[in-house]
């Protein structure tokens, strides 16, 4: 599977939590068992600040508030254009079946 070089989460080279602009590390939202590739073939990946990805309690490795709901908003952008099917068939579970 090949991959496209650009998110669907985000257009700008910014923290997609606080809009910051520099030293900013990439993030593929679903970790794991081939979900870092989905992740990256299907855009499902984010700009976050060093802060916000693993340099301090806030950031989505460590909050697990903010790696849900990037999780829910990944799953929500790419059913926008395939079935819920699909994504169960390439993540494996519903991020969104838990506020239904």
Known sequence: MGSISKSIIQREKECWVCGYTR?????HIYPGLGRRE?????GLWVYLCPYHHNASQA???FNKDLDA???????????????RAEWHRYFGRSYLEEEE
């Open 59 to 61: 950031g989505v490795h």
């Open 69 to 83: 709901k990037l999780k829910r908003w990944g799953q929500r952008r790419f059913e926008e254009t395939h079935t």
């Open 23 to 27: 030293n900013l590390h990439r993030h």
């Open 38 to 42: 989905m992740s990256e073939h299907f």
